[in-house]
């Protein structure tokens, strides 16, 4: 029972809340994105169970058991793992936004 306490421990709070929180997010406006488009269809709505969250979610608890067997690169390589999906998930929201034709502003963004 304790290798599932170290488990949780590793994987769980803010890393687990940012990473669905932005998988939600991305849902949310990929969806916004069809309707605006007028390509919605209600039979690809759970589409984004195949592609994001299996594969993302999927591979960050898989280096959370890689975390147990090898604690000190495990604790880096979960922590690696977090930033890389967070920052495609965060390209992703930002492709949503620009389709949406809500501009970031940001260093090549005219003011």
């Known amino acids: 029972m304790d290798y599932v306490r170290q488990y949780i421990a590793i994987i769980n709070g803010v890393k687990l809340l940012s ?13 916004l994105v069809a309707v605006w488009a007028k390509e919605f269809k209600w039979s690809k709505l759970a589409n984004f169970l195949d592609t994001d969250v299996l594969k993302l979610a999927g ?8 975390a147990i067997a090898e604690p000190g690169a495990g604790n880096v390589a979960v922590t690696a793992t977090w930033v ?14 620009k389709e949406l034709g809500i501009a ?6 005219p003011a």
């Open 104 to 109: 970031i502003k940001g260093k090549d963004t």
């Open 19 to 31: 990473m669905f929180g932005l998988i939600a997010l991305d849902w949310i406006l990929g969806v």
């Open 59 to 66: 591979g960050y608890f898989l280096v959370g058991i890689f």
């Open 84 to 97: 890389v999906i967070d920052a495609k998930l965060l390209a992703d929201c930002v492709t949503h936004f």
